[in-house]
């Protein structure tokens, strides 16, 4: 509203309140209706001549109030009331002067003492104080005064009004200075002067500005009321009660204690006023004593509503004037802990307490007590005081003598705990009791009436200024009070020590000293000793008494903020205090005297902290009643100790569980300030550990292994059991942690651990089971430290190799699994600089494995082998010089007798062989090799020794390779033992040589593989001389040796006992059967050397003579009797013909050169490049009488009784061997090679799978169903495709090759045949049978046919390929399997259409473009083909889910856009008949009756498809009139001529049916799918008549128009349809059809 506005309205008010006085006063009061007309008549003229009409109104108030003043005056109560109203208008728009103010308030004065209108007064006076500051000095006094008369009178509605009346007074006095202080002043004022204050006057000090000094004069006045004195400013004031005032101050400084500390003369008032007040005040609380009966005439007894507000004084004066008043807050202090003495009333100690916790929840304040007061020489160690009292009256609540206490106060609450209610795991219950968190103690139950840790303590008492009688208080609030007080003191020592003020709230670094200011730390030591102690009680005595979970919670954390506290300072007596305190709580209470007091504990009672009240000692033997405060979770049996051998059972409780976890916590976050402590924490953890039954595990965690077995008296509660794994988890964690330790610390934690566990040595040599606890956690430090291992190294190992000597397996074994688990983590360590850089360091690392030598224990000596086994296995290439310690350890292992042993040795000597030889220094390798031959003669182990052959062939390949390296250092070395590597070789050949006609099947086995590889490694070490001899010397003389003996061989089972029995398998049971192994592999080392030597034996003079006679061979091998040979045979030749071998042991030489790049590298003629030819082809000639004799199928009944089925193996490997020989024939590969090719191929897909082998033949992989041989097949026919190109015919083989494939992609729905062998059918038979089984086609199939269609899309150009009519015989085979749609796989005929697509996109337009080159059968074979797709014979099966449906519907339509864009576009070049079946079959398909009835849709499942009859549709329309039709006259097309027809015979098959069923349904709507069908026909009708329409009459034929006026009398019968969209494109329809409506001429 705007300034206008608001005058407007303001004299508007006042001429109305003006007119009613006048009105009021005309009869009784005449001067004042006088006075009223002047006022109006004044306003009149201000109105009228002024434009600032509030500033007027300001100048002229006194003579515009004067009226209403007169009004008041007159004490009529309507006149009053209007009066004042009309003053407080004046005093809201502020437009009255100080004098007019002075006027009211006099006015107001004078109301007062008439009591008239009481409540209009105080309004109107608070108003006039707040609105502005025109009110000052004395009329602001009078005006409190009146608010403070009224405030004792007798009508309750006035006092209370009066009563907030005055609060608001006097904040609005305040908070004028407030204001005043902000502005600066512009006028000097006097000096600060004490002299002048110490008398009180009426005068305020002139160095205070205006509102001061009203504040001023208010606050000492109120100081004089509240000590009975009388006022010096607030003059008038006749009664005044002390409570009020006091509120009055306590309001003033706790809200505005700037002022106070910015102004000397306030701080003035509260040192010399209030403070004294206060404590002449306090004085008949202090006299009380509840232990003696007071006077009843005397009234020192303490009142409730005086000490409360004294006491919200005192926490106002120590909160915000600590700094102003030290000395009197000491005193404070001091009172309130008086108040807390047992002899004090409840509520008087409740609020001492409430004071008490709102001071300690400040650190500030805290950490100015101390400084102030405990940190003084002969000060009163006040924060000591208070923390003492506050434990003190805790303790005196659980005192059962402070229930019944006898008292005389009527007032007071009772100050009892009753007793408690039924227990159940420590809580209350019963009928109607809900379980409540309390603290039970020797049966006083006192409850916990608020959620201390989490939930703010709000204070009740002093909160309670309405209350003039003692509240009742609630049982157990003084005790949750006290319970907050000591977590808030150790909240704010924690912050004062942990956030110094100093460093502006920055946490310190815990591993670093807390401040470098000396006068800090002896700050933080002075919190921590005036505190501890009393802490530490309390904590103990509650720790003991609590049942609630987060109570206790609180508590440990408390404790362990004190341990972390105390550590940081040093404080070793306080610390050890409480980890003593948290560690007997952890424990079961007959385990707390055994762990402390057990022989060899030297701690003094200063070291352990605090005794432990009396509720920890066990009495009565009962200790039953221990555990009723507290769930119990666990039972078990004691840890045996040196002192005691006791194994009674022991419980642990929940609280021992949370203790527990406080344990862990600590020791894991503050482990660096434990020192000495860790000796009792770990004692602690050892004993829980093993009465949880948590057993240690490999490297040195824990799991749980109780059970009945274990321990039949150990019983794991459910609310345990899921926490075990968490404990173990903890307790993982705490040795972790120890890496971030410091070398001091973690000495002291290792220290302790070697203590446990030699007294568990001790235990064990006493025959009773030890703790593995200190073991298992020894390797875990050590595992964790290996950064610094030179500090721990000695003594963890050290012990460990004491352990490993216990008599004790258990503890034996745990010792060496420790060393051990610690030396392959050492070695494993990444040293700066590397281990195998620091000898002296890795020296020390090895030192404890080989002591273990010495140790004649078998399992340690186990653990030492397996280590080394593992130092090989995890970082043997960084062992350097300490190759020798590890192979004399290994060494050692083999003269030993322990069969286990030296299978573990030689574990290892076998990864020193293949691993590490390169790594060992030349000094070392004799070391080898004689570590190798001692194993290679032991006896105890045939597989060790038949190994050992293979070891030395290793080192044989390792000469070979270092040749030049192991010469020149056998040279540098000069050891006369070793002079050239040719001994070496020449021992090894030797030995070698011996074995090979062993009579033993696995030696010579062995003997005979490690001779091919050695020579095929090896052999360019060899002269040509001597590969000549080696030929025909060594290698064909051993072929027809191995046959000889083959065929004398006995097939009779050898029998030489029941071990042989056992061991021999029932393929290698015969001597025949194991000639057979020697002869394959013979067969395939000497394949194999002239495979990969084919550089060196193609420059021998006789090497075709020798090829040849190895190829016969292979090829009567590969005929004979055993399946085993033939295979292995093939096999040979395969790796025979192969090229572009790499040689072993060459890897840096290139790829061996062909034979054919060899004989020309040797320079000779022509006829040398013959010889490699006729070389090949004798090659090609054997894999052809191969192919033909075993897969020839046996076509009479003589073959068929003599039939040999070859295996799939044998028909892959033949198979696989053609790429080779044809990489080499290509060029020569003329079409009668082919056809034998072809006639072998198809020969061996025929071959079926014998029943036996069926269920063992694997796929190629998990996602094909290809058989290895077809697999196999189908890379043959790839490598053809692939090279076919290449060949000089190869024109002329594509139609061949395109041919054979279509065939064998009919193989799927037409399987081969075997000649008269009776065959199975695929997957007719699960598991193993007799007889044989044809392979499953499908997928081979479906290989041939996309690659037929790859084959054909790339050379479909070829005149070959045209001439030869491949489009036509490609179509004919899609066709097959095209019409066995939904009777073969899915994934056949779908790509059987795919692949038909890509052929006719690829051979149309060439077909289109030579027409006589194309048989005249192509055409129908083409709509054959698509009818047979679209229209198929079968149905779907009725299974058939509905996103297949859609998939198959897919397809359907991608085939009639096919039709669409590749063959309709062009129907003038196409035949008529043709183009006409097209258009047939997209009728047939765009109409749903033919639909469901002809195929298209599929009845037995109700499936229609939509959307391939709408593409049917639109193929039509769009090659109809409608969109192709002729705008000059021209005739059109047949296929528009036939479409248009076409499509009114579909428009009129739908429509028929529409209206019918319409009719049929009458109010039932029709489905969606219904309406949008006959939708689209009544569209495409409409837009048909449009189109004919444009068209000239000859255009169109007559039969055309005929059916579409027939069609008339159809469209009329839908208009019954309930469909608006039907309805709407009728419409449309029938108006088309108005031109046609013609009245019929007359002939």
Known sequence: MSKSDLSKRLFENLQSDLKQLSTEAKKKHPPVKEASESCMLKLRMILSKSSDVLSDLLSCSSEIVQPFIMGCDSKNPKMVHISLTSMQRMVQHEVISATTADNIIRTLWNLMNTSTEELKVLQTTILLITINSIVQHDSLAKALVLGFRLYFTKDSTTINTAGATIRQLVSVVYERVNTEDSVKSQEPLEAFSTEKLKVPSRIPPASLRPCAQDGFLLFQDLCQLVNADNPLWLNGITEMTRTFGLELLES?????????????????????????LVIKLFSPSLKFRQSLPPNPMSSEKPFFPMVMRLLRIVQSLIKNFYSLLSTECEIFLSLLVKFMDVEKPLWQRCLALEVVHKLCNDPMLVRSFVETYDMKEHSAKIFYDIVSAIGSYIQTLFMPTASNHPTKDVNKSPDIQGTPPSMVAGLPVGSGVTPQPAFVYKNLWIPLIMNVPQTPIKPILIEMMDKLETPVIPNGYALTLGFACLLDICHSIELNILVSPKSEGTPHNQTQELSIIPEDKKLHESLINSSWGGLLASFTLLLDASTDEQATEAILKAELTYVNLAGMLNLTTTRD?????????????????????QPGSTKTGAERGHVRVHSQEIKGGQPEELYEKSQVVAVGTALPSLSSNSQAQVMLTAKNISCMRAILSLAHCHGKILASSWNMILTTLQHLVWILGLKNAVEGHLRSEMSANDNAGAVITTAIISDLPVLSHMLSRLFESSQYLDDVSVHHLIDALCKLSTESLEIAHNNREPSLFAVAKILETGLVNLGRVEVLWRPLTNHLLEVCRSPNSSMRCCGAEAITSLILAGLSHKFVPPLHENKRLQAMLLAPLRELCANTNTDVRQKQLECALLILQNGGETLGPGWTTVLKVIGDGANTQGEVIIRTAFQSMQLVVTDFLPLISPLCLSLCVETAAKFGLQQTELNISLTAIGLLWNISDFFFQQKDKISADIIKDADPTITTSDQLWMCLYSKFGELCVDPRPAVRKSAGQTLFSTIAAHGNLLQNITWKSLLWKVLFPLLDNVKNHLESASSEREKKGPEANILMHHSRDTAKKQWCETQVLVMAGVSRVFSIKKAHLAELDDFSRAWAFLLQYLERASMGESSEVSLAALRSFQ?????????????????????????????????????????????????LNIGNKKTAPPCSLSDLSKVDVPSQAFLCQLVQIFPKIFAHVQDRFVRDMFDDFSRVLSQTLAVPI???????????NYESSLTPVQETVLEAYACLCQNVRHINSSEKLYPQLIQHLVKCSEFGTTPPSYGLLEVKPPNSVKGMTTGYIASDMTEFSEKCMSLATDVYCSVSSLGSVIQED???????????TLSAKYSCPSSTWKLAVRCLIKTIKAGLPLAKSSKGSHSSDLWPSVSKAFNEFLFPKVSASDDQSLSEFKDDEQLDCEVVDLIKTEILPYSSELPKDFVASLVQLLNKGSVHSSSTSNGVGAPATGKVRHVFTQKCFETLLQFSFVNGSDGDGKKSSPISQVAVGTLLTRCVTIITRYSRDVELKQNLPSARSQVNEVVSAIQTTATLIASLKKLPPSAVEKSIWKQIIDLYPRLTSCIHSKSELVLTELEAALNAYSDLLSPPTVS
Request: net charge negative.
């Open 577 to 597: 205090a409480f980890v003593t305190a948290l560690c007997k709580s952890a424990l079961p209470p007959h385990y707390q005297i055994m762990v402390v007091n």
């Open 252 to 276: 003033v400084m706790s809200v505005y204690p700037r002022i106070f500390l910015e102004h000397q003369e306030f701080g003035f008032l509260l040192k010399e006023r209030v403070c004294p």
């Open 1135 to 1183: 790796e025979l013909v192969s090229e572009q071998v790499q040689e072993e042991g060459a890897a840096h030489m290139s790829l061996v050169p062909t034979l054919q790049e060899q004989i020309i590298h040797r320079g000779e003629s022509n006829s040398m490049q013959t010889t490699t030819q006729t070389i090949w082809k004798t090659a090609w000639k054997v894999w």
């Open 1250 to 1260: 014998a029943g036996d082998t069926s269920p063992f033949l694997v796929p190629i």
């Open 1366 to 1376: 491949t489009l036509k015989h490609m179509i004919q085979g899609l066709s097959i």
